[in-house]
């Protein structure tokens, strides 16, 4: 069988290069392998589900047998990739068999990172990264109101959020001083803090989670601080790692994630990475819009149109109903600083960098009206 292109995963960033490829090459063989079921589902609803009134089932948009059909390429789920023979153009799966390809397409995610924590109940700790995990969480929810949340990012606090509105007690801890610490400027944070206080979370912020014990049917989680808080149920949001492990063990070079080009090319010229594995000149942005504009510039690129990608900027919403938020964050330790203004409807931060220009924003509650025109003044992320 002639695998010309094989993609690897079959997430957002799979499905979205495979889509793409479909509208360029009706005909051109597409294996697509996937480590899971292999069906389609939006990630971003894992976290507003219960909200949205969204069950574990109807979050799966399509299975892989309507995938394949739809899209016309070769589908096998359930069947993980364990090493890349990029001297023979091959895949090794995890069943033994191999396969070859002639362009190759690392789509294979992040993990969630796991805090190595005391306490007889550390293992006990639920994560959510893809629609598994969260049937599993979705369960353990049965008959459960007390929710404890290792993280105040985006995600933990996403997940809080919508915990809260369907009556869940939710406690969230977090190192930083105020929510979405990497996202906002401290009185922003504070802004969204308290309206999600408003909204029954509670949050411990400063202070960090030590232990985990099962005490009876709870468990105990038990802060660096002191406090102690009884939960029915620990759930662990503290960020992503990119997975790189098969592509360094194939000898591609790895960093934060899979090192690739503006082609999303690896070192070696027949194998790409997009989506939260990949690192793209230096950028591991793991978000749905940067994928979109990947998967758009690498299916041109896999068809012999070389296309560099090109990232506008891209804001993101922060799916927090009790406190509307979309954020644009400056790069990493850009010099410049926060201007903000703030009233009880709303607050905005604009980051202002040297030279006077705006680089990046946080707006939430009524400000989040700007958002348009604030993007439109934006510099491009890779141009
Ligand atoms: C709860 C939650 C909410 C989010 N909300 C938002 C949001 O509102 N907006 C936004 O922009 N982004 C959001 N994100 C981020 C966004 O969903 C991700 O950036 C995106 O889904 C990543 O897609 P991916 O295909 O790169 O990775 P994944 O979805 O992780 O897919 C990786 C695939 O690779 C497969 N795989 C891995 N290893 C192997 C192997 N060795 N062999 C075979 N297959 C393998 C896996 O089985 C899987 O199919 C959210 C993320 C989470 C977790």
């Not at 598994?132 to 996403?158: M, P």
Request: hydrophobic letters at 45%.
């Amino acid at each position: 069988m002639n695998n010309s292109i094989v993609i690897v995963g079959s997430g957002l960033a799979g499905y979205a290069v495979a889509r793409e490829l479909r509208k360029l090459n009706a005909t051109i063989p597409v294996t697509l392998l996937s480590a899971d079921h292999g069906g389609f589902y939006s990630k971003p609803m894992l976290s507003n589900a219960l909200s949205t009134g969204k069950h574990p089932a109807t979050l799966l948009n399509s299975n892989a047998d309507q995938m394949r059909l739809q899209l016309k390429i070769d589908i096998r789920s359930n069947c993980s990739v364990t090493a890349i023979d990029s001297a023979r153009n091959t895949v090794h799966l995890a069943n033994g068999e191999k396969i070859s390809y002639e362009q190759l397409v690392l789509a294979i995610g992040a993990e969630q990172i796991r805090l190595p924590l005391q306490g007889d109940a550390a293992e006990k700790i639920y994560t959510v990264n893809n629609l598994d995990d969260y049937q599993v969480f979705h369960s353990a929810l049965t008959e459960k109101k007390h929710i404890s949340i290792i993280g105040a990012g985006l995600i933990g606090c996403e997940f809080a959020n919508d915990l809260a509105t369907a009556g869940y007690h939710v406690h969230v801890v977090d190192i930083s001083l105020e929510p979405l610490g990497r996202l906002l400027p401290p009185e922003a944070g504070a802004f969204f803090r308290h309206r999600l206080e408003a909204a029954g979370i509670v949050f411990h912020l400063n202070t960090s989670v030590q232990s985990v014990d099962q005490d009876a049917q709870k468990m105990r989680v038990t802060l660096k601080n002191g406090e102690i808080i009884e939960s029915d149920l620990v759930l662990s949001a503290i960020g992503l790692k990119p997975n790189t492990e098969l592509a360094h063990a194939a000898g591609l070079p790895v960093n934060r994630g899979i090192i690739v080009n503006r082609l999303l090319q690896t070192k070696i010229s027949n194998i790409y990475a997009l989506g939260d594995c990949a690192e793209v000149e230096g950028k591991v942005l793991p978000f749905v819009m940067p994928i979109t504009h990947a998967a758009k510039a690498l299916a041109a690129t896999l068809t012999g149109n070389l296309t560099p990608v090109r990232y506008p900027a891209m804001p993101v919403m922060v799916k927090t109903a009790s406190c509307a938020t979309v954020v644009s964050p400056p790069e990493f330790n850009m010099p410049g600083e926060w201007q903000i203004e703030a009233d009880e409807n709303g607050a905005k931060a604009l980051f202002i960098n040297e030279t006077g220009e705006l680089t990046g924003f946080a707006l939430l509650g009524a400000a989040t009206i700007e958002k348009n025109s604030l993007t439109s003044r934006l510099p491009p992320i890779l141009m």
